[in-house]
């Protein structure tokens, strides 16, 4: 029986640390995210020892990852970028270019070998929406053009950020870059994403009854989880990581009717899993490893260049919209969150990234993410105010 | 990368085969759990031999076998038992300690040690109000005294089970029984339930606004899946099964005024992770084990006992309602299920119970929750109709 106990006594601690840390960043008005990936730090080997690493404990923050992914993959809607077209197009595309370019730069001059910058570049690209769309509803202004804009980019960058990623892990591994070998590896990364999004989205907006075919009562919800656990596999059998396939069953699901159905019938079971993943991130980042000079000059280098990058990026995207409002969009895009920690850890696995790498890009993405709200409150109650909306829709 | 994709297809193959196994079984009219443990069986090692049972594998399906428990206590409702009490506590007491004793003499002449005999006795005893109340909804009687009778009962049926698990199990590893010993434990496992069913509802009814005190949107769930670890970690640490702890963690809850909302986030949580727990116990039933004759006259006798146990038992509780609405409830208390699987594979991990026994036990299970429901749609269409009642609010 000792052995069981100990797993559930593993489980409860890592799950109640992951609350407490939620609940005081979000009395001190930052994002859960940056205090749940702090208690990991502090219950995890590195502070406390409370909880070690098993591998029981990584598939349960695997499939926390996973979900969280499928639920952004269910908030990514085409029609939002519709909506916006133009400005959300640019405001994504060099929201991502720049970013990329200037981390794989920095990495290069590091002394990297190419597929590991290229690797720690993808990290620095994605922006966490969930972050911003918090702020925004918190202080009602969704509706305002530059939230839209904001929204609109985050779909482009997310798909531009797999992807990436699909392109840079599939490179890893092949030590030094063979052209033809990169040409069919992007290939076959663009051929999967391009197809399932483009021929799934069209299957699902077509044929949502297939959701209701089977007469199990919590049908729709079962058929979305196999689908999200299959492309998850996919993904990782062609060489992918396995969260871009659960992120493209996500994106494919936001096409059917049955959407918010799945949307609220996922976010209880983003609440028991998705903790064990940030707690297990933070117990995998080794304080040590930020306890020197060095280090922490990386770490301020490395913020100012994420921060820098996409607020050039993304403000020259909504350029026409005026300087103002191009502030806004750079600033609402800054957070790096969910997915840049995802990307690091898959990194830390893989071991293309360092201990060292691993918690500094951590720490950086913690720190875009704590910046970014309060300047945007700030530019936007200094701004003249529109009517605020409530819109329960928006992902929290 | 490839481990990865292990541990990925596994989860797809197991998932997808619960689902397909529980459709299978609901088009047939047959309870889905028959399926899901069906298909467990043929993909497993006794069959197909897809899947092997891994350590991770193992806690994913713990936690799904923890969340069921969870909710089984979170339909459990003090309130039901009041509205038919007398006749609900005289079905309740006398449909346990019928099939106990019967089981128990069972074991006892099959030549089991006391402690043997008495953990078989056990998964005897519980009945699956899940199967039962699902029938009765279809057909449409919820509102019929019996109904009303049927699901009191199986209030007080859970919490005996709980009672006698705790014995029974904290009575294992003892060797023979040495009463000091025997009624320390009992001592200790009735302590455990009572302090926290009776405390612990009185707690929770008065202050249910606790549950809403964090600021995270989450909250009440995610305390409640906290109390829910909590004590099941609790629970197992004192020497009980970890799953009396989820139960009594939802019976507790089921006095909050949250319960409705807790009711219904569950629902995808279960619908997530109890079909690995069903799979994962079809894939360690060993099909050889059954195939003798011994084996299977034995799965007749214990089949036959539990069914007249339960009938007589519960039968003689109703008797003042007169004889054919005795035979109604008798009739409608015979399905084991969840709870007796539990049991059993609980006995199979502490090697209380043989590869034959558990095989023989889940058989047992299956055939009664088979059985049942055809002989009570009979009984209650046969009898005169009272007007159907849609009582959205009960269990499936």
Redesign the interface.
């Known amino acids: 029986?000792n052995h069981?106990?100990g797993?559930?006594?593993v489980?409860?601690v890592v799950?109640?640390a992951a609350?407490i840390g939620?609940?005081i960043a979000?009395?001190l008005k930052m994002p859960?995210v940056v205090g749940e990936i702090a208690a990991g730090c502090i219950i995890g080997p590195s502070v406390l020892g409370w909880v070690e690493i098993t591998?029981?404990l990584e598939?349960?923050a695997?499939?926390g990852a996973i979900i969280l992914l499928f639920a952004v993959g269910l908030e990514t809607r085409l029609d939002d970028l519709k909506k916006v077209g133009r400005s959300a197009t640019a405001v994504g595309v060099l929201g991502v270019l720049l970013p990329f370019v200037l981390g794989g730069l920095w990495g290069h001059y590091s002394g990297f070998a190419t597929p590991k910058a290229m690797f720690v570049a993808t990290a620095f690209v994605a922006t966490s929406a969930g972050i911003t769309a918090r702020v925004l509803q918190e202080i009602g202004v969704l509706d305002r053009i530059e939230s839209r804009v904001i929204m609109g980019a985050a779909v482009i960058d997310d798909i531009l950020a797999m992807l990436l990623l699909g392109v840079v892990t599939a490179v890893q591994g092949g030590g030094e870059i063979n052209v033809p070998h990169l040409l069919f590896v992007l290939f076959q990364a663009v051929g999967f994403v391009v197809l399932i999004a483009v021929a799934g989205g069209k299957i699902m907006r077509r044929s949502s009854n297939l959701l209701e075919a089977?007469?199990?009562?919590?049908s729709p919800?079962?058929?979305s989880?196999?689908l999200c656990?299959?492309l998850?596999?996919a993904a990782?059998?062609i060489?992918l990581a396995?969260i871009i396939g659960a992120f493209l069953a996500g994106m494919v699901l936001a096409e059917t009717r049955q959407r918010e159905v799945l949307e609220q019938?996922?976010?209880?079971?983003?609440?028991?899993m998705v903790p064990f993943f940030f707690v297990v991130t933070g117990a995998n980042i080794k304080l040590t490893e930020l306890a020197n000079v060095e280090a922490l000059t990386t770490l301020a280098v490395i913020t100012l260049l994420a921060i820098v990058s996409k607020l050039v990026g993304c403000g020259l995207g909504a350029w026409s919209m005026g300087a103002r409002s191009a502030l806004i969009v750079g600033v609402g895009m800054v957070p790096r969150g969910e997915v840049g920690i995802i990307i690091a850890s898959l990194g830390r696995?893989?071991e293309v990234i360092s201990d060292s790498l691993f918690a500094i890009i951590i720490a950086m993405s913690l720190l875009t993410s704590v910046v970014a709200p309060p300047a945007l409150t700030a530019l936007f109650t200094r701004a003249p105010k529109a009517v605020p909306a409530a819109d329960p829709s928006v992902p929290?």
Chains 1, 2 share one sequence.
């Open positions: 029986m069981e106990i797993v559930l006594v489980l409860f799950f109640v609350q939620a609940e979000q009395r859960g591998a029981r598939v349960i695997e499939i089977p007469i199990n009562p919590r919800l079962t058929l989880l196999a656990l299959g998850a596999a990782a059998y060489g396995a019938q996922l976010k209880p079971i983003e609440a028991l696995q893989a929290n």
